[in-house]
């Protein structure tokens, strides 16, 4: 089993910065991909950013240049570097874990923390 605790979710207005970390616990395997998702209210739930654990990275169109995500691998931890933020970012931001190979890995999800972005 994992477990996925985030913080550093709150509100900023636009313009300003966030950074949200994410620490997994639990049987976690060497390779993985770790990332974040969010969801605004009646949206679905869509992809921000990824890493795996060699480090290879994937941004969305929306922040790609805008957000940055890295992982500390001896801590088990991602992080996402949010700067100018914008409204259209306001949305519940869930940390992923993708537990083995792409194909076959597990997926576990972190409660999620709140992101509000004032204009």
């Known amino acids: 089993q994992v477990q996925l605790v985030e913080s550093g979710g709150g509100a900023v207005q636009a313009g300003g910065s966030l950074r949200l970390s994410c620490a997994a616990s639990?049987?976690?395997?060497?390779?993985?991909?770790m990332g974040w998702y969010r969801q605004a209210p009646g949206k679905q739930r869509d992809l921000v950013a990824r890493?795996?654990?060699?480090?290879?990275?994937n941004h969305a169109n929306a922040v790609k240049g805008r957000f940055t995500i890295s992982r500390d691998n001896a801590k088990n931890t991602v992080f996402l570097q949010m700067n100018s933020l914008k409204p259209e970012d306001t949305a519940v931001y869930y940390c992923?874990?993708?537990?083995?190979?792409?194909?076959?890995?597990?997926?576990?999800w972190g409660q999620g923390t709140q992101v509000t972005v004032s204009s």
């Open positions: 890493i795996t654990s060699d480090g290879t990275t």
């Open positions: 639990g049987s976690i395997y060497s390779i993985n991909t």
């Open positions: 992923n874990l993708r537990n083995g190979a792409s194909a076959t890995g597990v997926n576990y």
